[in-house]
């Protein structure tokens, strides 16, 4: 059990860190000094095609719950509420990353959805992969956590 309570907390805190940096984004491109650079590093758009801060502040809260559903799970954070909800949630944030690690590199780097270059190497590189790595181990979690 103290691999899936290690995994839980590692899952658990980047996900709440990634949620942290989604919630400076809606202010601020920060780590990146302009809005055309993160635009073109982060998103894959023009700047007109960046996401409102509320839409950032809305991931931001999505990725704190899904910290908080694998965290609960894997017995690293307090349980609140029923057993199921924390395995059915830690379940479908697995899912979700999965999707998403899958689908970027099905879609952005086939060039199915158009993104920039700079954006298409990144998610090859880094984002893809990250989202693969969390959700085997959010899926982990799900299946053998409390």
Known sequence: ?????????????ALAATGALHAVWAATPWPL???????????GVGVEGLPS???????????????????????????AGPRWARKAGSGTVAA??????????????????ERTERFRRLD???YSPLCLALGAGAGLVAAAGD
């Open 124 to 126: 090859r590189r880094y």
């Open 96 to 113: 979700v990353l999965l999707a998403r690690g899958a689908g970027g590199l099905l879609l952005f780097a086939g060039g199915r959805i």
């Open 53 to 79: 801060p509320s839409a950032c502040l809305a991931v931001a809260g999505a990725l704190g719950a899904a910290a908080y559903l694998v965290g609960a799970r894997a017995g690293a954070l307090p349980a």
């Open 1 to 13: 059990m103290d691999a899936v309570r290690s995994t839980g907390t590692v899952v658990a805190g």
């Open 33 to 43: 000094r302009t809005r055309e650079d993160f635009a073109d590093a982060v998103v």
